[in-house]
């Protein structure tokens, strides 16, 4: 019988000359060049959902999504998937938002679409504060509830000892409030995440290398001393957003109150470089460490502090940058590492990639490998470490006596520290894994109810039906 000129004879393909094959073998070409490797004594989760990427703000608006597709090519290029536990990230549900967030503004997100949406009149403020910071795009609620489910998730390995360090790039969004959406941010994740920690560790520290104040985590932790907020940011309050967290806020004024001296904050000027930066967060960090004594710590790494930033006013390069993350890891205290803002995507990526190799603790080459996808957005330096300060340089405001004055107003506040602060002060929320378990098994039952009554009108009409 003759040979089809269709169906041949399956003949299997040779390494290296498929596309599929091709790709693999440069991966672990990569990965074994970079020295990619499962770090030994702790282990890393990362957590991440294609689903968030793809959200457009609009096409005028900073925020870009997509740099968390940039920042995924970069890791997966180099084989850190390798070194590291990988998690599908889920959506949190409105149970777990509602810990923080009020129930009307959730159940405001839900509904709310482009097409349905209705601006106040005039110059009345808008409903929940949405306006041209925050707008009203196609998948909002998807979007915010997604990178809320994925730091919940990131906290939770942390919680039951699975991760020692656990990554949502895609969380960190810290000006969102109880009840009103702020700079970019509708949901906040870090306060739904700490609220998770603290079911099991009696004293988090948060700290937030943003170029903006963390102003949404130090309101909502504002009377605790469970939680100690630590804020590096550019504070001019008549001029930059938000206009908080001058060295003098550091928590309610009443020293009776279990929050004062427990929100810390370093008010910085234009222009401070990588060897300022890095000394002024040491000595800041580690005295903070040694006298709070965290259980936990939370690192927003908003990568909008950059030099170059399209928002930020620093000149920071990325080393410096992930040399807090790797300060911050040097402690061994299980490490929640999140996102936050930076508005030019390729250096976010760059940022965000390198500072997952600190974690998983991998030298990893200046060079990007020539095989990661959508290499052209990183044109003309494609390597991790490009020269930001040729981008755009602010002057450098930050004397060397203005920086001595905020470190030595931080240990001042640390004087008033007592210790460990007692666990039973606040109330601990509910655990919000075993509400998600009870919402499942409600779904379920809901489900069975429906099939079940199915089952019935088919037997009442006497005919077999695709049920019965």
């Given at each position: 019988?003759?040979?089809?000129?269709i169906v041949?004879?399956y003949e299997?393909?040779q390494r290296?000359?498929?596309?599929t094959?091709?790709?693999?073998e440069?991966?672990?070409?990569?990965?074994?060049?970079?020295?990619?490797?499962?770090?030994?004594?702790?282990?890393?989760?990362y957590?991440a959902?294609?689903?968030v990427e793809?959200?457009h703000?609009?096409?005028?608006h900073?925020?870009k999504?997509?740099r968390?597709?940039?920042t995924?090519?970069?890791?997966?290029?180099?084989?850190m998937?390798?070194?590291m536990?990988?998690?599908?990230?889920?959506?949190?549900t409105?149970?777990?938002?509602?810990q923080?967030h009020?129930e009307d503004y959730?159940?405001f997100?839900?509904?709310?679409?482009?097409q349905?949406?209705?601006?106040?009149d005039?110059?009345d403020?808008?409903?929940?504060?949405i306006g041209?910071?925050c707008?009203i795009?196609?998948?909002?609620?998807q979007?915010?509830?997604?990178?809320?489910?994925?730091?919940?998730?990131?906290?939770?390995?942390l919680t039951?000892?699975?991760?020692?360090?656990?990554?949502?790039?895609?969380g960190?969004?810290h000006?969102?409030?109880?009840?009103e959406a702020?700079?970019?941010c509708?949901i906040?994740d870090?306060?739904?995440?700490?609220l998770?920690?603290?079911?099991?560790?009696?004293?988090?520290l948060?700290i937030d290398i943003?170029?903006?104040?963390?102003d949404?985590?130090e309101?909502?932790?504002?009377s605790?001393?469970?939680?100690?907020?630590?804020?590096?940011?550019k504070?001019?309050?008549d001029?930059?957003?938000p206009?908080?967290?001058?060295?003098?806020?550091?928590?309610?004024a009443?020293?009776s109150?279990?929050g004062?001296?427990?929100?810390?904050?370093?008010?910085l000027?234009?222009?401070?470089?990588?060897?300022?930066?890095?000394?002024l967060?040491q000595?800041?960090?580690?005295p903070c460490?040694a006298t709070?004594?965290?259980?936990?710590i939370?690192l927003?790494?908003?990568?909008d502090?950059?030099?170059?930033d399209?928002?930020?006013c620093?000149?920071?390069?990325?080393?410096?940058h992930g040399?807090?993350?790797?300060f911050?890891?040097?402690?061994?205290?299980p490490?929640?590492?999140l996102?936050g803002?930076g508005?030019?995507?390729?250096?976010v990526a760059?940022?965000?990639?390198?500072?997952?190799?600190?974690?998983i603790?991998?030298q990893?080459?200046e060079?990007?490998?020539?095989?990661t996808?959508l290499?052209e957005?990183?044109?003309?330096?494609k390597?991790l470490?490009?020269?930001l300060?040729e981008?755009k340089k602010?002057?450098n405001?930050?004397?060397?006596?203005?920086?001595a004055?905020?470190?030595?107003?931080?240990r001042e506040?640390?004087?008033?520290?007592?210790?460990s602060?007692s666990?039973q002060m606040q109330h601990?929320?509910?655990d919000?894994g075993?509400?998600r378990?009870?919402v499942?098994?409600?779904i379920k039952?809901?489900?069975?109810?429906?099939?079940e009554?199915?089952?019935?009108?088919e037997?009442?009409?006497g005919?077999?039906g695709?049920?019965?």
């Amino acid at each position: 019988m003759p040979r089809s000129t269709i169906v041949h004879d399956y003949e299997s393909p040779q390494r290296g000359t498929t596309p599929t094959f091709t790709i693999d073998e440069q991966i672990q070409h990569s990965i074994l060049a970079n020295g990619i490797e499962r770090p030994k004594g702790y282990t890393v989760s990362y957590h991440a959902n294609p689903a968030v990427e793809g959200k457009h703000f609009g096409a005028a608006h900073p925020m870009k999504p997509w740099r968390l597709t940039l920042t995924n090519k970069i890791v997966l290029s180099y084989g850190m998937q390798d070194a590291m536990d990988l998690y599908l990230s889920r959506s949190a549900t409105n149970q777990e938002l509602v810990q923080f967030h009020s129930e009307d503004y959730i159940d405001f997100l839900q509904k709310v679409t482009p097409q349905n949406f209705v601006p106040a009149d005039g110059n009345d403020p808008q409903p929940y504060n949405i306006g041209d910071d925050c707008p009203i795009f196609e998948g909002l609620y998807q979007y915010a509830a997604l990178y809320a489910g994925a730091s919940l998730d990131a906290a939770r390995k942390l919680t039951s000892h699975q991760s020692q360090i656990a990554i949502n790039w895609s969380g960190g969004l810290h000006h969102a409030k109880k009840s009103e959406a702020s700079g970019f941010c509708y949901i906040n994740d870090i306060v739904l995440a700490i609220l998770q920690l603290l079911l099991h560790h009696p004293r988090v520290l948060y700290i937030d290398i943003d170029v903006h104040h963390g102003d949404g985590v130090e309101q909502a932790f504002w009377s605790t001393d469970r939680v100690m907020t630590l804020s590096f940011h550019k504070y001019d309050k008549d001029s930059y957003f938000p206009g908080t967290g001058p060295l003098d806020s550091t928590g309610p004024a009443n020293p009776s109150n279990p929050g004062a001296h427990h929100s810390l904050n370093v008010p910085l000027n234009d222009g401070i470089e990588d060897d300022q930066y890095i000394r002024l967060f040491q000595d800041i960090v580690g005295p903070c460490v040694a006298t709070y004594r965290p259980t936990a710590i939370v690192l927003q790494c908003g990568a909008d502090s950059l030099g170059g930033d399209r928002l930020g006013c620093f000149n920071l390069g990325i080393k410096a940058h992930g040399a807090c993350v790797d300060f911050t890891k040097s402690f061994n205290i299980p490490l929640l590492v999140l996102g936050g803002g930076g508005y030019t995507p390729a250096n976010v990526a760059r940022c965000w990639a390198y500072e997952t190799s600190v974690c998983i603790g991998a030298q990893v080459h200046e060079k990007l490998p020539a095989h990661t996808p959508l290499i052209e957005h990183f044109h003309p330096y494609k390597t991790l470490f490009p020269p930001l300060g040729e981008f755009k340089k602010y002057n450098n405001l930050n004397t060397k006596s203005y920086l001595a004055s905020l470190v030595a107003g931080i240990r001042e506040q640390l004087r008033y520290v007592e210790g460990s602060p007692s666990v039973q002060m606040q109330h601990i929320p509910p655990d919000l894994g075993a509400v998600r378990e009870e919402v499942d098994a409600e779904i379920k039952e809901e489900k069975e109810r429906e099939e079940e009554f199915r089952k019935r009108k088919e037997r009442g009409r006497g005919v077999r039906g695709e049920l019965y």
